[in-house]
């Protein structure tokens, strides 16, 4: 549960603006302390001059959305609500909701909380999973250290630290502490020089992995790792003054295949026609920190058949228009002369 005393009056506005980028972790985290006071918001947040209206609009957009989620898993009539916040590593779902009847549970649902988007196929991602995670038999970090890290530090002679040895770097680099090792922070400190050349390293190095080994992925693994994550979880995700409900089926998570790479850094996986796009960056700065597959979902709208076209129908030949009949030439009266005056 949330203490009030987490959450000011002021927090509300965060559903109502946008944050900078460098915030977006920051006010996301107030977004989900804000949810759990909703059913038990203080008085005097409610009648706050300023911020008391958004408030009343976000609760009654939230009761609704419980209600839509608990019509949408069949929980049947309940009396009373309860949340509990999880989120963290380790846990795939930012919030329990659990309805009662009386004092008998009736359902526990695992929800997950977006801002800014109505679907999941509009995030950017909705799971990450490390470069050390089993899709791969032949880790991406480790094609990287021996293939292209030197070519990266030859970029820049500014960069003078020892080079660790394949297990340190392996160990080190899914880090997101720059200060890991001091080769990683002058790394970062020196990431603007020659920025570009390094670009072009770390862009090269992703290419040739996903062109050798793209298609080795592990399919079912794949596919196991969305069940455990997603399975069961529901999705409330806050759009234009609304929640908005989505779910990834266990439909979409089966029957996978792999279907190629795409830009040269993203490899696509279908179920159906939903597709996901493993993309592969660093989440820390580019060749610094972090190299990771971003996933993101996408439900490929079915093409639509094609209709054929009626054919026309047969011109029908005109009939042949009779031939003109030639005029005859008119003949020219020719008049007598008039006699000359003698």
Not at 145 to 166: H, M, N, R, V, W
């Amino acid at each position: 549960m949330t203490n009030n005393m987490e959450v000011k009056v002021e927090d509300i506005g965060t559903f109502f603006k946008k944050s900078t980028r460098d915030k977006n972790d920051e006010t996301n985290k107030i977004r989900e302390k804000v949810l759990p006071l909703l059913l038990n918001i203080p008085k005097e947040y409610l009648e706050h001059l300023e911020f008391g209206g958004q408030w009343r609009a976000v609760y009654d957009a939230w009761i609704e959305a419980l209600k839509s989620l608990a019509e949408k898993g069949g929980v049947g009539e309940y009396t009373s609500i309860q949340i509990k916040t999880r989120g963290g590593r380790g846990a795939h779902f930012d919030l329990e909701i659990m309805y009662y009847n009386d004092a008998t549970l009736l359902a526990t649902k695992k929800m997950e909380f977006k801002y800014g988007v109505p679907t999941i196929d509009r995030l950017p991602q909705f799971l990450s999973l490390q470069v050390k995670s089993e899709l791969f038999k032949d880790k991406y970090h480790t094609f990287y250290y021996e293939k292209y890290l030197l070519q990266y530090l030859a970029c820049d002679a500014g960069i003078t630290e020892a080079t660790p040895s394949l297990d340190e770097y392996l160990k080190c680099v899914a880090s997101t502490s720059y200060s890991v090792t001091p080769f990683f922070a002058q790394l970062k400190e020196r990431e603007s020089s020659s920025k570009d050349a390094k670009n072009r390293v770390v862009n090269a190095s992703i290419k040739e992995y996903l062109t050798q080994y793209a298609s080795s992925i592990d399919i079912d693994l794949f596919s196991r790792i969305l069940k455990e994550t997603q399975a069961g979880k529901a999705y409330l995700l806050w759009f234009n003054g609304k929640f908005h409900y989505d779910e990834i089926s266990e439909s979409e998570m089966t029957d996978m295949i792999f279907k190629g790479v795409r830009k040269g850094n993203t490899i696509e996986v279908m179920s159906g026609s939903t597709r996901y796009d493993l993309l592969l960056r660093w989440r820390n700065h580019k060749g610094v920190l972090n190299p990771a597959w971003q996933i993101k979902r996408r439900r490929e709208a079915p093409k639509k058949a094609k209709v054929p076209k009626k054919p026309k129908a047969p011109k029908v030949p005109k009939e042949p228009k009779e031939p003109k009949v030639a005029k005859e030439p008119k003949k020219r009266q020719v008049r007598p002369k008039k006699p000359a005056a003698v």
